[in-house]
């Protein structure tokens, strides 16, 4: 049996904001569940209740309905928190404390011995890239400095699930594929992930499941591979034109120049080879044949489309 | 505890990089020294009006500190999102609460032994000392700021800083009174007076702290006289404490409801 190590089931959050109490139903209906080892992205455009969601099984905001458990326990409880490692979007820090003097007091928090969390800090501190601002108090890091940390005090209890809430916000690219680095490393010492996020090229690169949220409904929980389509899309034929007439397109194509001479899009069904060998009859020099499957970006723009929130695809 | 005692140690140490609270240490300092100066206009009441003065700044500057901090001690933690980080670690709600309390608590003892201390010094440099009666008068005003803390926490734990600090001074002032409030409702019908008691009873009687010039049992009692015995310092002491752990309490039960969003 798979070892679950988080399950959602059915959990809903409503708020009621102003005077009025209006009511703002923030999730409606989340279940997935995360397997141990795995890198798990949990995927919604801005506002769809992700951050709700991970505040949730944490513990921060209580659920409306549904039921949430983390580690085996339901949510809250200490010790499921004890090996659970957590980084909230756009994390705040105390920003009198120094990274040793924040991650010393994160390490207390976890009953760590004193001489336990002053080598772990140190350790952390190396790992994340901070080695060069220890003694620098927080208020004077950089976005990218503070997600370092963030990342650091999230892996202070030594935690065998990782919740990362929008690890990837306000990252440069490099900073960005560190982050990526450092997720696939904890997946490699056994620990299990979870992020949020809406970037897709980098869940595509990191993770083993999915599960999307759209307007505070799950939608598709499962590996990328069975939630894309393997149908063929389309052909994308690249060619330099040399001499001659442009060869004859199928019904549907479309043709639009390149700087190198001109990219042709076969429709779905459309007879690629007696395309190639009509392009080749007039004298073209095929540069490339490109087969379009359905991606991710694809499949998050085709849901939020037919969700009706499409205004934050990718 | 050793959660707890993080907690406390880190808000004490965030009290100790705190500018503003320097500049309030500045300004109580400077009326316990004003007090030398205001001395130095009396015939002969030199150390009564230093023990006057010196007691009134540490009081006040006491109870502002406690109000000041006190409000923005769970609020600051919302306001600038810090708690999304501390609270998922394994830490109760209640430990988080009781550990700012005591690390306000730290950071009063310290501020109030550095104005006590400062009292002191004066005292020494005109010849007298900061005796029994003073050291009792300024246990007191401890346990006056130890309440007005846990007010203050109290209403920071479900309103802003601004309508906190505006009940919680509103305790200060009203508790003061409360001697005055009583003499009110002998005036008053049987039943007005009872209802006048009723509330006076829910009120912290915050005048018990600050009993110089009082009558206690049936004499005067004074700082620069007889002041009150180690019995009254005692149930002093045990109304302060008691009253503060049930405004906390209640202070950890609304924090342990709220969602953080």
Known sequence: MTDIVLRADGLAKTFHLGFFRKRVEAVKEATFDVRRGEVFGYLGPNGSGKTTTLKMLMGLVFPSRGRAEVLGRSVPNREAKRRLGYLPESPYFYEYLSPEEFLDLVGSLFDVPRRERRLRADRLIGRVGLDHARGRPLRKFSKGMLQRIGIAQALMGDPELVVLDEPMTG?????????????????????????????????????????????????????????????LLSTEVCLR????????????????????????DLPEGSDVDAFLKAALASSANIISVTPRRESLEDLFVREAASDGSNRGAA | MNRIGAIAWNTFREAVRNKILYSLLFFAVLIILSALAIGSLTLHEEIRTIRDVGLFGIDIFGVIIAIFVGVNLLYKELDLKTVYTILPKPLWRWEFVLGKWLGMLLTLAVQMAVMGLVLGIILALEGASFDAPMGKAVWLLFINVTLVTSIAVFFSSFSSPFLSGFFALGCFVVGRSVPDIRALGEKMSPSGKSALNFICSLIPNLHLFYPSGAIV?????SVHRQFVGADYIVSATAYGVTYSVVVLILAMLIFRKRDFV
């Open chain 2, 217 to 221: 049992g049936a004499e005067e009692v």
């Open chain 1, 241 to 264: 034109h040399n001499v001659g007439r442009i060869p004859p397109l199928p019904d549907g194509a479309q043709l639009r120049q390149t700087p190198d001479g001109m990219m042709v």
């Open chain 1, 171 to 231: 990252l440069d690219p490099i900073g960005r594929k560190e982050i990526r680095d450092l997720m696939l490393e904890l997946r490699r010492e056994g620990r299990t992930v979870l992020y949020s996020t809406h970037i897709l090229p980098d869940v595509e690169m990191t993770c083993d499941r999915v599960a999307m949220i759209f307007a505070g409904r799950i939608r598709n929980v499962g590996p990328l591979s069975e939630l894309l389509t393997a149908r």
